[in-house]
């Protein structure tokens, strides 16, 4: 990683103070969002839909590597840190 790499910080807050907890780095295309609710959780928490503002839906697979959880659909891969 190097001065101006594009990343994505997952980091945690207490009071006023931040803490890192992981970055990764990503290539130039980053990752794509997808921001709505959960509307449903498959069978065995394998795959999840999430229903966007515009009323749209998108279900995503779901694959628990080491500590995190990776959504991903053929043209989108979602990560979060692990709680």
Not at 5 to 28: F, L, P, Q, R, W
């Amino acid at each position: 990683m190097k001065e101006g790499s594009e990343v994505v910080a997952h980091y945690t807050v207490t009071g006023t103070e931040k803490t890192a907890v992981e970055v990764d780095k990503v290539g130039k295309g980053g990752y794509r969002v997808v921001e709505g609710t959960v509307t449903k959780v498959g069978e065995g928490g394998k795959t999840i839909t999430v229903k966007a503002a515009d009323g749209t839906e998108q279900t995503f697979e779901v694959a628990v590597t080491g500590p995190k959880l990776l959504l991903s659909t053929p043209q989108k891969e979602l990560r979060r840190a692990p709680k």
